[in-house]
Protein backbone atom coordinates (compact mmCIF):
# COMPACT_ATOMS: atom_id res chain seq x y z
CA UNK A 1 0.00 0.00 0.00
CA UNK A 2 0.86 3.32 -0.70
CA UNK A 3 -1.26 6.19 1.20
CA UNK A 4 1.06 9.08 0.17
CA UNK A 5 0.46 8.77 -3.48
CA UNK A 6 0.11 11.92 -4.90
CA UNK A 7 -2.31 10.96 -7.49
CA UNK A 8 -4.81 9.29 -5.08
CA UNK A 9 -8.18 11.53 -4.76
CA UNK A 10 -9.39 11.27 -1.63
CA UNK A 11 -12.64 9.16 -0.30
CA UNK A 12 -14.80 12.58 -0.28
CA UNK A 13 -14.14 13.80 -3.27
CA UNK A 14 -15.14 10.72 -4.72
CA UNK A 15 -18.34 10.41 -2.65
CA UNK A 16 -19.20 13.93 -3.55
CA UNK A 17 -19.49 12.75 -7.10
CA UNK A 18 -22.77 10.79 -5.71
CA UNK A 19 -25.78 12.45 -7.75
CA UNK A 20 -28.06 11.33 -4.94
CA UNK A 21 -25.76 14.75 -3.04
CA UNK A 22 -27.30 17.28 -5.85
CA UNK A 23 -30.43 18.57 -4.87
CA UNK A 24 -30.42 20.55 -8.15
CA UNK A 25 -33.55 17.87 -8.84
CA UNK A 26 -35.84 20.19 -6.91
CA UNK A 27 -35.97 22.90 -9.40
CA UNK A 28 -36.15 20.80 -12.34
CA UNK A 29 -39.32 20.87 -14.11
CA UNK B 1 -51.17 39.76 6.34
CA UNK B 2 -54.09 37.58 4.99
CA UNK B 3 -54.51 34.04 3.22
CA UNK B 4 -51.19 33.17 2.91
CA UNK B 5 -50.75 32.93 6.79
CA UNK B 6 -54.62 32.14 7.38
CA UNK B 7 -54.99 29.48 5.05
CA UNK B 8 -51.69 28.09 4.31
CA UNK B 9 -50.95 27.37 8.32
CA UNK B 10 -54.58 25.35 8.13
CA UNK B 11 -53.75 23.61 4.92
CA UNK B 12 -49.70 23.30 5.68
CA UNK B 13 -48.97 21.37 9.22
CA UNK B 14 -45.95 23.24 10.69
CA UNK B 15 -46.03 25.98 8.53
CA UNK B 16 -44.22 29.33 9.71
CA UNK B 17 -44.40 32.72 8.63
CA UNK B 18 -42.76 33.93 6.09
CA UNK B 19 -41.01 36.85 7.55
CA UNK B 20 -40.01 35.13 10.36
CA UNK B 21 -37.80 32.34 8.26
CA UNK B 22 -36.64 35.09 6.15
CA UNK B 23 -35.26 36.56 9.23
CA UNK B 24 -33.78 33.27 10.51
CA UNK B 25 -32.88 31.94 6.64
CA UNK B 26 -30.57 33.52 3.96
CA UNK B 27 -33.87 33.93 1.99
CA UNK B 28 -35.61 36.95 1.48
CA UNK B 29 -39.13 36.77 2.03
CA UNK B 30 -40.21 36.95 -1.44
CA UNK B 31 -37.74 34.27 -1.88
CA UNK B 32 -39.48 32.06 0.85
CA UNK B 33 -42.74 32.58 -0.55
CA UNK B 34 -41.11 31.14 -4.19
CA UNK B 35 -39.83 28.21 -2.12
CA UNK B 36 -43.28 27.92 -0.40
CA UNK B 37 -44.62 27.48 -4.74
CA UNK B 38 -42.30 24.23 -4.80
CA UNK B 39 -42.81 23.54 -1.22
CA UNK B 40 -46.62 22.88 -2.35
CA UNK B 41 -46.07 21.17 -5.64
CA UNK B 42 -43.67 18.65 -3.57
CA UNK B 43 -45.83 18.30 -0.48
CA UNK B 44 -48.92 17.22 -2.43
CA UNK B 45 -47.40 14.81 -5.21
CA UNK B 46 -47.75 11.51 -3.07
CA UNK B 47 -50.33 12.06 -0.81
CA UNK B 48 -52.10 15.68 -0.12
CA UNK B 49 -51.38 16.45 3.46
CA UNK B 50 -49.41 19.38 3.27
CA UNK B 51 -46.10 17.90 4.43
CA UNK B 52 -42.88 16.12 2.48
CA UNK B 53 -42.75 12.14 3.35
CA UNK B 54 -39.70 10.39 1.92
CA UNK B 55 -41.51 9.44 -1.20
CA UNK B 56 -42.34 12.56 -2.49
CA UNK B 57 -38.74 13.60 -1.25
CA UNK B 58 -37.60 10.89 -3.88
CA UNK B 59 -39.69 11.84 -6.23
CA UNK B 60 -38.92 15.92 -6.60
CA UNK B 61 -35.20 14.70 -6.51
CA UNK B 62 -35.27 11.85 -8.76
CA UNK B 63 -38.22 12.13 -10.55
CA UNK B 64 -38.22 8.18 -9.52
CA UNK B 65 -40.05 7.69 -6.10
CA UNK B 66 -38.10 3.92 -5.63
CA UNK B 67 -34.85 5.00 -5.89
CA UNK B 68 -33.19 3.59 -2.46
CA UNK B 69 -30.50 5.63 -1.59
CA UNK B 70 -27.88 6.14 1.26
CA UNK B 71 -27.40 9.35 0.33
CA UNK B 72 -30.78 10.69 -0.33
CA UNK B 73 -31.77 8.56 2.80
CA UNK B 74 -29.38 10.50 4.73
CA UNK B 75 -30.55 14.27 3.43
CA UNK B 76 -33.90 13.39 3.98
CA UNK B 77 -33.09 12.49 7.80
CA UNK B 78 -31.26 16.22 7.82
CA UNK B 79 -34.47 17.93 6.06
CA UNK B 80 -36.48 16.12 8.80
CA UNK B 81 -35.53 18.66 11.70
CA UNK B 82 -37.98 18.16 13.99
CA UNK B 83 -37.09 13.77 13.16
CA UNK B 84 -40.88 13.62 13.12
CA UNK B 85 -40.16 11.01 9.66
CA UNK B 86 -41.94 13.94 7.26
CA UNK B 87 -40.31 17.57 6.49
CA UNK B 88 -42.49 20.91 6.71
CA UNK B 89 -41.85 23.84 5.31
CA UNK B 90 -40.09 25.22 8.20
CA UNK B 91 -37.41 22.23 8.15
CA UNK B 92 -37.16 22.70 4.05
CA UNK B 93 -36.76 26.14 4.08
CA UNK B 94 -34.07 25.96 7.29
CA UNK B 95 -32.11 22.99 5.31
CA UNK B 96 -32.19 24.82 2.15
CA UNK B 97 -30.84 27.64 2.92
CA UNK B 98 -27.65 25.73 3.71
CA UNK B 99 -27.26 25.60 0.55
CA UNK B 100 -27.75 28.43 -0.21
CA UNK B 101 -25.00 30.33 -2.08
CA UNK B 102 -24.61 33.68 0.82
CA UNK B 103 -24.81 30.82 3.71
CA UNK B 104 -22.35 30.87 6.04
CA UNK B 105 -19.25 29.01 5.62
CA UNK B 106 -19.35 27.32 8.62
CA UNK B 107 -23.12 26.18 7.76
CA UNK B 108 -22.27 24.40 5.29
CA UNK B 109 -19.18 22.85 7.57
CA UNK B 110 -21.78 21.56 10.14
CA UNK B 111 -24.35 20.11 7.52
CA UNK B 112 -21.86 18.36 5.23
CA UNK B 113 -20.00 16.56 8.70
CA UNK B 114 -23.66 15.85 9.90
CA UNK B 115 -24.42 14.17 6.42
CA UNK B 116 -21.14 12.24 6.80
CA UNK B 117 -21.33 11.03 10.12
CA UNK B 118 -24.05 8.88 9.46
CA UNK B 119 -25.10 6.99 12.73
CA UNK B 120 -24.83 10.72 14.21
CA UNK B 121 -22.08 9.81 17.01
CA UNK B 122 -20.33 13.17 16.81
CA UNK B 123 -17.60 11.41 14.51
CA UNK B 124 -16.94 10.53 10.76
CA UNK B 125 -15.86 6.84 11.53
CA UNK B 126 -14.03 5.10 9.21
CA UNK B 127 -16.80 2.36 8.59
CA UNK B 128 -19.08 5.36 7.62
CA UNK B 129 -16.80 6.54 4.71
CA UNK B 130 -16.51 2.45 3.58
CA UNK B 131 -20.31 2.58 3.21
CA UNK B 132 -20.56 5.77 1.79
CA UNK B 133 -17.62 4.82 -0.81
CA UNK B 134 -19.12 1.38 -2.00
CA UNK B 135 -22.68 3.22 -2.09
CA UNK B 136 -21.54 5.42 -4.41
CA UNK B 137 -19.50 2.82 -6.38
CA UNK B 138 -22.51 0.92 -6.48
CA UNK B 139 -24.48 4.00 -7.80
CA UNK B 140 -22.20 4.83 -10.53
CA UNK B 141 -21.08 1.35 -11.71
CA UNK B 142 -17.78 2.18 -10.97
CA UNK B 143 -15.40 -0.78 -9.99
CA UNK B 144 -12.80 -0.82 -7.90
CA UNK B 145 -10.89 -3.44 -5.93
CA UNK B 146 -11.08 -3.72 -2.13
CA UNK B 147 -7.70 -3.30 -1.22
CA UNK B 148 -7.92 0.07 -3.68
CA UNK B 149 -10.83 0.90 -1.56
CA UNK B 150 -8.75 0.64 1.57
CA UNK B 151 -5.63 2.62 0.25
CA UNK B 152 -8.36 5.78 -0.50
CA UNK B 153 -9.54 5.13 3.09
CA UNK B 154 -5.43 5.00 4.28
CA UNK B 155 -4.69 8.60 2.66
CA UNK B 156 -7.93 10.32 3.73
CA UNK B 157 -7.70 9.40 7.18
CA UNK B 158 -4.06 10.17 7.14
CA UNK B 159 -4.79 13.46 6.06
CA UNK B 160 -8.10 14.37 8.20
CA UNK B 161 -7.48 12.00 11.01
CA UNK B 162 -5.15 14.46 12.88
CA UNK B 163 -4.82 12.58 15.96
CA UNK B 164 -5.18 9.43 14.33
CA UNK B 165 -7.96 7.71 16.70
CA UNK B 166 -9.30 6.11 13.69
CA UNK B 167 -12.51 8.92 13.31
CA UNK B 168 -12.54 12.21 12.42
CA UNK B 169 -14.26 14.86 15.08
CA UNK B 170 -15.76 18.08 14.06
CA UNK B 171 -12.41 19.91 14.26
CA UNK B 172 -10.07 18.00 12.09
CA UNK B 173 -13.41 18.11 9.65
CA UNK B 174 -13.19 21.74 9.61
CA UNK B 175 -9.70 21.49 9.12
CA UNK B 176 -9.56 18.83 6.26
CA UNK B 177 -12.78 21.21 4.58
CA UNK B 178 -10.22 24.01 4.72
CA UNK B 179 -7.68 22.10 2.84
CA UNK B 180 -9.82 20.66 0.35
CA UNK B 181 -12.43 23.43 0.00
CA UNK B 182 -13.99 21.29 -3.13
CA UNK B 183 -15.35 19.16 -0.64
CA UNK B 184 -18.04 22.34 0.01
CA UNK B 185 -19.43 22.04 -3.71
CA UNK B 186 -22.41 19.92 -3.02
CA UNK B 187 -23.54 22.21 -0.13
CA UNK B 188 -24.01 25.05 -2.70
CA UNK B 189 -26.84 25.63 -5.29
CA UNK B 190 -27.23 27.99 -7.49
CA UNK B 191 -30.26 27.77 -8.32
CA UNK B 192 -31.36 29.13 -4.94
CA UNK B 193 -30.62 32.59 -6.47
CA UNK B 194 -32.69 32.09 -8.90
CA UNK B 195 -35.37 31.23 -6.53
CA UNK B 196 -38.14 33.88 -7.34
CA UNK B 197 -37.98 33.38 -10.99
CA UNK B 198 -38.33 29.82 -11.25
CA UNK B 199 -41.48 30.22 -9.11
CA UNK B 200 -43.21 33.92 -9.90
CA UNK B 201 -46.59 32.10 -9.18
CA UNK B 202 -45.50 33.38 -5.59
CA UNK B 203 -46.31 37.08 -6.49
CA UNK B 204 -50.15 35.94 -6.86
CA UNK B 205 -50.34 34.15 -3.57
CA UNK B 206 -48.76 36.53 -1.67
CA UNK B 207 -49.77 39.41 1.01
CA UNK B 208 -46.56 40.92 1.84
CA UNK B 209 -45.83 44.77 0.96
CA UNK B 210 -42.06 43.62 0.66
CA UNK B 211 -42.98 41.97 -2.86
Not at chain 1, 2 to 21: K, R, V, Y
Not at chain 2, 36 to 56: H, P, Q, R
Not at chain 2, 73 to 89: Q, T, Y
Not at chain 2, 101 to 118: G, Q, R, T, W
Request: with cysteine.
Amino acid sequence: KNPDSPTLINAFQLIGMSSCLDLSGFFEK
Amino acid sequence: MGCFHSTASKQFPGHEDPVILASQTAFSVSEVEALFELYKSISSSVIDDGLINKEEFQLALFKNRKKENLFANRIFELFDVKKKGVIDFGDFVKSLSVFHPNAPHEDKIDFSFKLYDLDGTGFIERQEVKQMLIALLCESGMKLADETVEIILDKTFLEADVNQDGKIDKSEWQNFVRQNPSLLKIMTLPYLRDITTTFPSFVFHSEVDEI
